[in-house]
Each structure stands twice: as C-alpha cells, then as structure tokens.
T-cell receptor
Framework: GQNIDQPTEMTATEGAIVQINCTYQTSGFNGLFWYQQHAGEAPTFLSYNVLDGLEEKGRFSSFLSRSKGYSYLLLKELQMKDSASYLCAVSGYNTDKLIFGTGTRLQVFP | DVKVTQSSRYLVKRTGEKVFLECVQDMDHENMFWYRQDPGLGLRLIYFSYDVKMKEKGDIPEGYSVSREKKERFSLILESASTNQTSMYLC?????????????FGEGSWLTVV
C-alpha cells in the first residue's frame, strides 16, 4: 500500500526555524514534493527531491533520505505570511501520479 | 508561466443534478489530474489522464467520470451529484516523466451540493 504521514498542526514564532517532517511508504519512488497552500487557495510548488540530501532554496530547504522513507521541509526566519498548510507528496516509479499526505497546518505567531 | 484555469470557482448544485467541472491548461502538458480536498483527508486523486482520450482511475473514482477530448482540456463530471460530493475540487497538470515532474494546480472549484 501507499502511506504518507505528516503532523497535522504545528505552531512557531516569527523569526524562528521550523521543521516539518514527512514519512512515506510507497510502491516505488520517483521523487518527493513539497507544496505550500494558503487557506482558500491552490497549492503552489516549493521543492522537489529525488536524490538523498538537502536542497536549499532561499529560506526554505528540503531534505530526503530514501532509505528511511523520510523527508523534512525546513523554514528559516519565519514570517507571518508563512502561515499555511504544507503538503508532502510522493511520485511513484514510472507513473505520473502524485500521492499527497494530509498536510501540516503551520501557524506563525508574532 | 504555466496556467491551469478552472471554469467555475464556486458552485451550488442540487442533489441529483449533473455537474461539469472544466479545466484548461496552456502548457501542452500530457498529464492532467482531478483531486478533491477535504479537511483532515488532504488531496485525494479522483481520476487522471495521460493523453487525449486516455484516463485512469485514482483512489476515489466512484460517482465521477472524466472526459479528455482535447489535450488542453480535462473535464470532471458528476452524473448525479450527492451531498457527500460537497468539496473543493482541484485540477492539475504536469509534463511527462521525461520533461520534469512539477505538477501545477488550478485555483480550485468549491462545490456545494444541497
């Protein structure tokens, strides 16, 4: 079967660092995505990892360990506008389908 | 910029009505998807299409059908809407495996069935 787990909710303070974890079990693996979704809006692409290691993009970084079925999204220097849901999604091998986790709702407080 | 456009942002339909949700993408992507998103359940794949006239069931296809007559357009059809189909529906598109993996979403269609 296929399963993607991430925490339901997290809170953090403006200016802080937060790490959102994602674990997955899928039949085959062809990459892991992170998306950001503000309330009432469509998800927007943040990052894509297919090889082990850390991908850094400005204040956001994403890490992948394929052997552990584990990824995290790291958000630095948090801003109020980072309050959103963060979706972890996995692409299976030789397929164009993406399977999504239920998302982590992050609230950033002043 | 990739643009995925969903024709209706907010709809209210009666139980038993036939409902069409239209989606158009302008990037010549092979793959198009329909998801629904519900609180606590995340995005669940209803159907996807990897080419014109080709379709494949996702995780929750019951009560839905799709149509892909042209490459740029992917329609989701609720033959007889029911209240448990009240949800937010998201269309998405993606280039083929050899062309990159990023999936692009439309703005979403909020459907209420009364």
């Amino acid at each position: 079967g296929q399963n993607i787990d991430q925490p339901t909710e997290m809170t953090a303070t403006e200016g802080a660092i937060v790490q959102i974890n994602c674990t997955y079990q899928t039949s085959g693996f062809n990459g892991l995505f992170w998306y950001q979704q503000h309330a009432g809006e469509a998800p927007t692409f943040l990052s894509y990892n297919v090889l082990d290691g850390l991908e850094e993009k400005g204040r956001f970084s994403s890490f992948l360990s394929r052997s552990k079925g584990y990824s995290y999204l790291l958000l630095k220097e948090l801003q109020m506008k980072d309050s959103a849901s963060y979706l972890c999604a996995v692409s299976g091998y030789n397929t164009d389908k993406l399977i999504f986790g239920t998302g982590t709702r992050l609230q950033v407080f002043p | 910029d990739v643009k995925v456009t969903q024709s209706s942002r907010y709809l209210v339909k009666r139980t038993g009505e036939k409902v069409f949700l239209e989606c158009v993408q302008d990037m010549d992507h092979e793959n198009m998807f329909w998801y629904r998103q519900d609180p606590g359940l995340g995005l669940r794949l209803i159907y996807f299409s990897y080419d014109v006239k080709m379709k494949e069931k996702g995780d929750i296809p019951e009560g839905y059908s799709v149509s892909r007559e042209k490459k740029e357009r992917f329609s989701l059809i609720l033959e007889s809407a029911s209240t448990n189909q009240t949800s937010m529906y998201l269309c998405a598109s993606k280039a083929g495996l050899s062309s990159g993996n990023t999936i692009y979403f439309g703005e979403g269609s909020w459907l209420t069935v009364v």
